[in-house]
Protein backbone atom coordinates (compact mmCIF):
# COMPACT_ATOMS: atom_id res chain seq x y z
CA UNK A 1 0.00 0.00 0.00
CA UNK A 2 1.58 3.54 -0.97
CA UNK A 3 -0.21 6.42 1.11
CA UNK A 4 0.02 9.69 0.11
CA UNK A 5 -1.39 12.73 2.43
CA UNK A 6 -2.31 15.78 1.09
CA UNK A 7 -4.54 19.15 2.49
CA UNK A 8 -1.97 20.64 4.70
CA UNK A 9 -1.05 24.45 4.65
CA UNK A 10 -0.97 27.65 6.44
CA UNK A 11 -3.87 28.79 8.25
CA UNK A 12 -4.98 31.13 11.38
CA UNK A 13 -5.83 30.05 14.48
CA UNK A 14 -9.33 28.96 14.74
CA UNK A 15 -9.45 27.74 11.66
CA UNK A 16 -10.18 24.46 9.89
CA UNK A 17 -8.12 22.05 7.32
CA UNK A 18 -8.72 19.10 5.98
CA UNK A 19 -5.95 16.37 5.24
CA UNK A 20 -6.56 13.97 3.23
CA UNK A 21 -4.63 10.34 2.71
CA UNK A 22 -5.11 8.37 -0.88
CA UNK A 23 -4.01 5.11 -1.06
CA UNK A 24 -3.01 3.26 -4.12
CA UNK A 25 -1.46 -0.12 -4.92
CA UNK A 26 -4.70 -2.28 -2.80
CA UNK A 27 -7.58 -1.42 -1.04
CA UNK A 28 -7.35 -0.28 2.33
CA UNK A 29 -11.02 -1.46 3.19
CA UNK A 30 -9.66 -4.11 5.37
CA UNK A 31 -7.00 -1.73 7.01
CA UNK A 32 -7.15 0.19 10.20
CA UNK A 33 -6.15 3.95 9.37
CA UNK A 34 -4.01 6.76 11.64
CA UNK A 35 -2.77 10.20 11.60
CA UNK A 36 0.28 11.08 13.71
CA UNK A 37 2.08 14.19 13.50
CA UNK A 38 5.67 15.36 14.44
CA UNK A 39 6.01 19.22 15.67
CA UNK A 40 9.91 20.86 15.09
CA UNK A 41 12.13 19.68 17.55
CA UNK A 42 9.54 16.92 18.80
CA UNK A 43 9.11 13.53 18.62
CA UNK A 44 5.71 11.80 16.80
CA UNK A 45 3.03 12.00 18.38
CA UNK A 46 -0.29 9.74 17.39
CA UNK A 47 -3.08 12.49 16.64
CA UNK A 48 -6.11 9.94 15.26
CA UNK A 49 -7.27 6.34 14.81
CA UNK A 50 -10.28 4.14 13.31
CA UNK A 51 -10.55 0.62 12.95
CA UNK A 52 -11.39 -1.22 9.17
CA UNK A 53 -15.38 -0.24 9.88
CA UNK A 54 -15.01 3.04 11.46
CA UNK A 55 -16.60 1.89 13.98
CA UNK A 56 -14.37 2.44 16.65
CA UNK A 57 -11.91 5.66 16.85
CA UNK A 58 -9.59 7.34 19.35
CA UNK A 59 -7.73 10.76 19.74
CA UNK A 60 -4.85 11.92 21.07
CA UNK A 61 -6.56 13.96 24.27
CA UNK A 62 -4.30 17.38 23.09
CA UNK A 63 -7.23 17.07 19.76
CA UNK A 64 -9.93 15.52 21.04
CA UNK A 65 -13.30 17.41 20.33
CA UNK A 66 -11.81 19.28 17.87
CA UNK A 67 -10.67 16.83 15.26
CA UNK A 68 -12.32 13.88 13.56
CA UNK A 69 -10.98 10.99 11.62
CA UNK A 70 -13.20 9.09 9.09
CA UNK A 71 -12.76 6.99 6.05
CA UNK A 72 -14.17 6.70 2.52
CA UNK A 73 -13.72 3.06 0.84
CA UNK A 74 -14.93 4.61 -2.17
CA UNK A 75 -12.10 6.84 -2.30
CA UNK A 76 -9.69 4.21 -1.20
CA UNK A 77 -8.95 7.46 1.35
CA UNK A 78 -9.09 8.63 4.96
CA UNK A 79 -9.15 12.42 5.93
CA UNK A 80 -8.38 14.22 8.80
CA UNK A 81 -10.95 17.25 9.72
CA UNK A 82 -9.15 19.73 11.47
CA UNK A 83 -11.05 22.11 13.55
CA UNK A 84 -10.23 25.05 15.75
CA UNK A 85 -7.17 24.62 14.97
CA UNK A 86 -4.36 25.96 17.65
CA UNK A 87 -0.63 27.27 16.75
CA UNK A 88 0.59 24.26 18.98
CA UNK A 89 -1.04 22.63 16.30
CA UNK A 90 1.85 23.32 13.95
CA UNK A 91 3.38 20.17 12.72
CA UNK A 92 3.87 18.11 9.77
CA UNK A 93 1.33 15.22 9.47
CA UNK A 94 1.52 11.59 8.70
CA UNK A 95 -1.14 9.16 7.48
CA UNK A 96 -0.43 5.38 8.31
CA UNK A 97 -2.53 2.00 7.33
CA UNK A 98 -2.33 -0.74 10.13
CA UNK A 99 -3.29 -4.45 7.97
CA UNK A 100 -4.53 -6.12 11.25
CA UNK A 101 -7.01 -3.47 10.99
CA UNK A 102 -7.61 -2.29 14.78
CA UNK A 103 -6.25 1.22 14.51
CA UNK A 104 -3.77 1.36 16.98
CA UNK A 105 -2.24 4.30 18.87
CA UNK A 106 1.79 3.25 18.97
CA UNK A 107 3.33 4.04 15.22
CA UNK A 108 5.03 0.36 15.80
CA UNK A 109 1.42 -1.09 15.32
CA UNK A 110 1.34 0.94 11.63
CA UNK A 111 3.00 -1.10 8.60
CA UNK A 112 2.69 1.48 5.99
CA UNK A 113 3.13 4.95 6.26
CA UNK A 114 2.68 7.82 3.53
CA UNK A 115 4.93 11.10 3.34
CA UNK A 116 4.06 13.66 5.20
CA UNK A 117 1.98 17.06 4.79
CA UNK A 118 2.83 20.46 6.81
CA UNK A 119 0.05 22.26 8.52
CA UNK A 120 1.19 25.65 10.12
CA UNK A 121 -1.22 27.51 12.29
CA UNK A 122 -0.24 31.19 13.00
CA UNK A 123 -1.41 33.00 16.20
Known amino acids: VQLQASGGGLVRAGGSLRLSCRASGRSISNYGMGWFRQAPGKGREFVAATNWMGSETVYGDSVKGRFTISVETSENSAYLQMNSLRPEDTAVYYC????WGTGETTESEYDFWGLGTLVTVSS
Open 96 to 99: AADR
